[in-house]
């Protein structure tokens, strides 16, 4: 009986110096895809993106401006400047376009495709060989018995954080 106490008594032990152990080291990961070097890189500026394309819808312009802000500021550590910014990113909304994507039995159009593109410049003066000039496109499907005014704010809105993302993987992320 004596002995069971004692193994009784070891495997307590053990689990305690186990659960104490565990609760002590903690891994902690950080995925939001910036890897940038602090010591070289400390500013950004990013310029309006003004609306080049002949089809406009006048929200998006800041809806875009906004989200591409928030996410440099949410996901590093840079400051954002005005003028000569150690990274700098600048462009135009050049396409903002619909058209059918798809036809029912009757003929008529059952789905509509927009379609939103932007052309960005990025200039690393840290690094010039990361410097691009690249255009970014996004597309969303509506059912084509909705009219574009009731759905253009969510579907230009989910285009545009597509968008941020691809932008933000192209110039900081160096995935």
Known sequence: MDWIKKMFKSRIVYMLSCAVLLAACSISYKFNGASIDYTKTKTIQISQFPIRSA??????????????????????KLKQVNRNGDLQISGEIVEYSQFNKAVSADGYSS???L???????????????????QKFSATSLYDA???????????VTQ?????????????????
């Open 145 to 155: 018995s909705q009219q574009l005014t009731a759905v253009q704010e969510d579907l």
């Open 111 to 113: 789905q509509v495709q």
């Open 55 to 76: 089809y406009v819808w006048a929200p998006m312009q800041a809806i875009f401006n906004n989200q591409l802000t928030d996410v440099f500021s949410r996901q590093t």
């Open 115 to 133: 379609k939103m593109t932007v052309n960005v410049r990025f200039v690393n003066n840290a690094n010039h060989n990361e410097d691009f000039e």
């Open 159 to 175: 285009m545009v954080k597509d968008l941020v993302d691809q932008i933000f993987n192209a110039t900081v992320a160096n995935w």
